[in-house]
């Protein structure tokens, strides 16, 4: 199980170093899958099961889905590549990458000073998550469903299909004018 | 011998799990910092909060507690709704202004 912890970091650094790189978005969208799938090996080798099955389902599935319908439905591929290519210039990530760089490496610093403990992992299951979340958190999974009844209904307001981009009181004002104009 | 590796799997020393999950973390925010395009962005959060639950689960294994685990199932209901609500808006940013451009979308500014 170590070496399939070890593995599969690996694999999900290296695949996410390649998302945040990519020119093409379905190319970084697919290198993305694969980041998921191996965080999802990460917590099946840690003891969580029914979590890489949610990871690979919702987030490899389900969100990737979602993703990959929006850069279908505009378009976006060879134009939008080359517009990327434009933008990534050396000069502009040169100067994020340290800082972030900086950040991880206090973070880093910070997390390995404390003295190691190894952990003794043990296969927490489905039952017991179960129990957890209808037991303690009974009122923060009432307030998950109104936050997605509030995403899937904010998600089909903001994306019906309007083009006109001018707000509703200057449109009632032209009307009007429109309306004077003619009786003229 | 067989019955305890049934048991207990072979121990991963839990700092690693947590600079893994800052390594992807840091990734996720170089990502926010340096694209301009709107998609990117939106995968780039996708990553940083795919590395907080990462955080979260093994913190939960390390005390062999469900509590880390019920976190991600939020982080995960969370990311949700943030992407949906994100990709509609995406959707009606390239139907207003045919950009993706971050920079360009700054009509509530005085022109």
Known sequence: MTTVFYISSLVAILST?????RYQPIHALLYLVVSFLAVAMIFLSLGAPFVAALEVIIYAGAIMVLFIFVVMMLNLDKETAAQERIWLQ?????????????????????LLRGQRTTMR???????????????GYIIAVELAGFLLMAGIVGAAHIGKHRTESMHRYLRKDEEQQKEIHAAS | MRSNKKKYMPPVNSHTVLVVAAILFALG??????????????????????????????????????????????????????????????MQIYHQHKTMDVGDLNKLKDE
């Open chain 1, 121 to 135: 992992i043990a296969t927490v299951d489905a039952r017991q998550v179960a129990l957890s979340l209808y037991g």
């Open chain 1, 90 to 110: 050396p000069r502009v990530w040169i100067g994020p990458s340290l800082l972030t760089l900086l950040l991880l490496a206090g973070m880093v610093v910070l």
């Open chain 2, 29 to 90: 925010l170089c990502g926010v910092l340096t694209r301009k395009n709107v998609l990117f962005i939106l995968i780039s959060i996708e990553i940083m909060l795919n590395a907080a639950g990462l955080a979260f689960v093994a913190a939960g294994a390390k005390w062999r507690q469900p509590d880390g685990q019920a976190m991600f199932l939020f982080i995960l209901a969370m990311a949700a709704a943030e992407v949906s609500v994100g990709l509609a808006l995406v």
């Open chain 1, 17 to 21: 170093v390649m998302v945040i790189t």
